[in-house]
């Protein structure tokens, strides 16, 4: 029954289907796995066992009876605790809300409660979801299952890191500056930001306004496209929600991507990699060629300076939100997230709104690339993941900020709105995972998923298991 925990959405429910195993077996399995192996990574902050056990019967009873809801029903899953759970305490990671327990699901909650999903717990993250290490001053840190002493990366990390170990079959992060695609590349994981305002926000704590997008981490490809399949769609108590149609996709049997032209940045992207990392990245980009696609040089716009204006912007806003809690209650946060939060209350009103018409450029530069390819590609993250506690690190001789050397490939990107996956792609020196990152038009998450699942089924790099989880 260990290996339960590392079954696909789509084997599991195979499995359900022919009654093999019950959804009651499984939850009971991925329990027993959560209290045995969890204190040595301390992904979840709050495990709901009772309520687990209570819809995992709830699912088997329909299952048995002919009355499946869908691929998600009885699937086991854990929810970063920004996600508001009626009657269960959401953090946010926090000193200030660790008492808080919601009188209400968010929307993400109720389509899997509607689905028959089974929660198993909330998962650990940075402190209010502002950071790249969730190595959390309240709760302490969340460890990488593939090397305790690294971090999972942030600030969706205890999401990652739990299904990384197999103490559950997917779970849910956010991603406002690559808090999905980094522990995910770092955690050796699938994981998805959507177009922004495919998946509601309601019912979950903000950081930025304009950024902040909900999105899956999966086994693989496919389980992640269920699971934002199952997601989204117009919501009319989240702003930022649109309204477009939405069907399941056909995932093709046999990997070919002939037809599909794939753009390769010449500059920047591959600008100060660690040397595993961009030899992963190439094998990978090499395997996409491989399986039919045309591969096409192309020059991004100026990344660095749009790394800049997404720091500003969301200092801004991120300050905005906390700026009642930092009045009263400074004392409260975190060091590292206290002076970013300090820092936001500096930026100028017209500063924040040059830097959001400033954006609209990297908007029109990306749309223009993705006219005349059909995705790009890029390494998710210039490095494996980071000793725990490590401000520096070295990258071909040179010393760089953790942080800026972490976010340099993923944050810009969050400005577009554009759909992201990031997958595993290979390890490196030290056994730590390699992900490699992939842009889609806007809402056209059906690219990402078609080379994504292309890939995964001509490789192996998402099939394997860390250390940890044995």
Not at 324 to 345: K, S
Request: with cysteine; charged share 25%; aromatic share 6%.
């Amino acid at each position: 029954m260990d290996s339960l925990g590392f079954h696909s959405i789509a084997a599991l429910g195979r499995l359900y289907a022919s009654g093999a195993v019950s959804p009651v077996e499984v939850a009971r399995a991925m329990l027993e796995r959560i209290e045995r192996i969890d204190p040595r990574i301390d992904s979840y902050l709050t495990v709901t066992a009772d309520l687990a056990l209570e819809q995992a019967r709830r699912a088997e009873t329909e299952i048995r009876r002919g009355n499946r809801r869908g691929p998600l029903h009885g699937i086991p899953y854990a929810a970063k605790d920004i996600f508001f759970t009626k009657g269960i305490r959401t953090t946010a990671g926090s000193k200030i809300l660790s008492g808080f327990i919601p009188d209400y699901d968010a929307a993400a909650i109720e389509k899997l409660n509607d689905c028959g999903a089974v929660m198993l717990g909330k998962a650990g993250l940075h402190e209010w979801a502002y950071g790249i290490t969730s190595s959390n001053p309240h709760f302490g840190p969340v460890r990488n299952p593939w090397d305790r002493e690294r971090i999972p990366g942030g600030s969706s990390g205890g999401s990652a890191a739990a299904l990384a170990a197999g103490l559950c079959a997917f779970s849910l992060g956010s991603d406002t500056g690559g808090s999905i695609r980094i522990p995910a590349s770092l955690c050796g994981v699938t994981g998805l930001k959507p177009t922004f305002g495919r998946i509601s926000r309601y019912g979950v704590f903000p950081l930025g306004h304009t950024l902040d997008t909900m999105g899956p981490f999966g086994r693989t490809v496919e389980d992640a496209a269920r699971v934002y399949e199952a997601l989204a769609g117009r919501d009319v108590r989240d702003a930022g929600s649109v309204d477009r149609p939405l069907a399941p996709h056909v995932f093709a049997p046999e990997p070919s991507l002939t037809g599909k032209k794939i753009g390769v940045p010449r500059n920047f992207y591959f600008d100060g990699l660690a040397p595993d990392v961009e030899a992963s990245c190439r094998q990978a980009i090499a395997v996409l060629e491989e399986l039919g696609a045309e591969l096409v040089e192309i020059v991004v716009p100026d990344i660095e300076t749009y790394n800049f204006l997404h720091r500003l912007i969301l200092l801004a806003e991120a300050s905005s939100v906390h700026a009642r809690r930092l009045r009263d209650r400074r004392e409260d946060f975190g060091d590292d997230v206290g002076m970013l939060l300090d820092q936001g209350l500096f930026v100028t009103a017209t500063d924040y709104l040059n830097a959001q018409r400033k954006r609209r450029e990297i908007c029109r530069d990306f749309n223009r690339l993705l006219a005349a390819v059909d995705a790009i590609v890029t390494p998710a993250v210039p490095l494996v993941a980071a000793r725990i506690g490590q401000l520096e690190i070295e990258i071909q001789g040179r010393k760089e900020n953790v942080r800026l050397a972490t976010t340099r490939n993923i944050r810009a990107l969050n400005l577009t709105g554009l759909p992201l996956l990031s997958v595993p792609c290979g390890f490196g020196s030290e056994g730590m995972p390699i992900g490699l990152q992939i842009v889609a038009p806007l809402f056209d998450e059906g690219a990402l998923f078609d080379i994504g699942h292309a890939y995964q089924l001509a490789t192996d790099r998402h099939m394997r298991r860390p250390p940890t989880a044995a």
